[in-house]
């Protein structure tokens, strides 16, 4: 990664912004939204690789920071939603997107599917990932 931010500061204008935008791993909470509002089910458990490459990019800016490259200007952190019409639906969408990454616990996949059924007509499922934008000067 620190050979790829080298060669984006190479191809920058002077003074030229990088922006880092990713979603940042912190077990993410599983929620059932309707019009009458939201309930929490459960969390997703990180899996070992998603957590090594989010430290891997980390590391990654603090030290073309270090190295004088890029400063930060500004860091936010938002909430960004995944949703789906039924848990089954969230299930094999997880499954083929983000296997190997995110795990749905099969006591966090009931609950999920309990408090669905009880919710009303509208429901849905959805998934709130924690992600970081940060705008980065090149020096």
Do not use: C
């Not at 995944?82 to 009931?110: A, N, Q």
Request: net charge negative; no cysteine.
């Amino acid at each position: 990664m620190v050979h790829a931010l080298d060669e984006i500061r190479r191809t920058l204008k002077p003074n030229g912004v990088l922006i880092d935008l990713r979603p940042v791993e912190e077990n993410w909470p599983v929620e059932i939204v309707s019009s009458m509002g939201w309930q929490a089910a459960g969390r997703l458990t990180d899996l070992p690789i998603a957590v090594a490459d989010d430290e891997a990019a980390f590391n990654a800016m603090r030290e073309a920071e270090s190295k004088g490259w890029y400063f930060k200007e500004k860091e936010k952190e938002f909430a960004f939603f995944y949703y789906w019409d039924t848990p089954s639906e969230m299930k094999e969408f997880m499954d083929e997107e983000w296997e190997g990454f995110e795990k749905l616990e099969e006591s966090v996949f009931s609950a999920v599917k309990s408090a669905w059924t009880l919710a009303n007509a509208d429901a849905r499922v959805r998934v709130r990932v924690k992600m970081l934008i940060t705008r980065w000067r090149k020096t």
